[in-house]
């Protein structure tokens, strides 16, 4: 039987929440969507938040919609959890991304975590701060555009220089919870310790088909978020073999264990020793490997199997 899900979401051009709805549609799932009302302003730091008015007006539209013959809704991000909540005609199977539940919103995001038929999280840190049962299932990785290219070429479609080392920083740096400061700083302390020179790319706004080609140019990916769920930049990077240093935050020490060279750290100092031994060392990482685990079909698998449980219950 084709499960027929009402999606509802703050914006479907979500390249991830995109990525979700095509690998749902290919394995036979019948997805419809509903956006959030109202203009978006789109800022270097992403997408300003609707007002209150906007997400109450997504009330009356889930509420229509729940009566035109759905067998769920999932709410994408815990803002639209309250409209899909309020309609009495169908289960609900909530999914958190991460600023949701670590930033202003968290404690809504929480309360309509206990309401809903199932939880969909990120990460297990996710999983731990909702403090109700949740499938963990991080956003998947399109292997068939991540993948390995030759770094040389790749620097040369990007103009970059071939005889210094680059890291790679794929974020707008007025980010606040991406830590930009501390990546320059990281970067800076890094470039005195290791022969040759060394330049911090940072990026934004490039076409997603786009980035593998910065992947590969990269001889490092440094990731100093404050928090995080389960970062696509990481995983598109194992995906592309690039090392990654990080700091502890999400599921990036459970996506990069076993990964080499790779490390996951807390202080300046120990963000700066990876990223020199990661530089000095070279060459690519085991990452494509262990990124496997987090495809788009493995992802689309997951979720049709909380959508059964939300209609067994």
Known sequence: MTVRVLNVVTSEESRFFQHQVAVLERQGVDCATLEVPGERTETDEGTDPRSVTDYIRLYPQVLRASFGGYDLVHANYGLTAPAAL??????????????????????LSRLCARLADEVIVMSQEMADAVGVPCHVIPHGVDLSLFRPLPRRAARESLGWRRDARHVLFPYAMVREEKNYPRAKRVTERAAAAVDGDLE?????????????????????LLLTSRHEGSPNSVKEAMACDVP??????????????????????TTDDELVAALV??????????GREHAREVGLDQMGDSIRSVYRSALES
């Open 200 to 220: 911090l790319q940072t990026i934004h706004g490039v076409p997603h088909d786009r980035m593998p080609m910065y992947y590969n140019a990269a001889d490092a």
């Open 86 to 107: 309020a309609q009495p005609n169908l289960p609900v199977v909530l999914s958190l991304w991460g600023s949701d539940l670590f930033k202003t919103f968290g404690p």
């Open 244 to 265: 990654v240093v990080s700091t502890d935050v999400g599921d990036v020490r459970e996506r990069l264990d076993g990964v080499e060279p790779s490390a996951v750290c």
């Open 277 to 286: 031994r990661v530089l000095r060392q070279g060459g690519r990482s085991n």
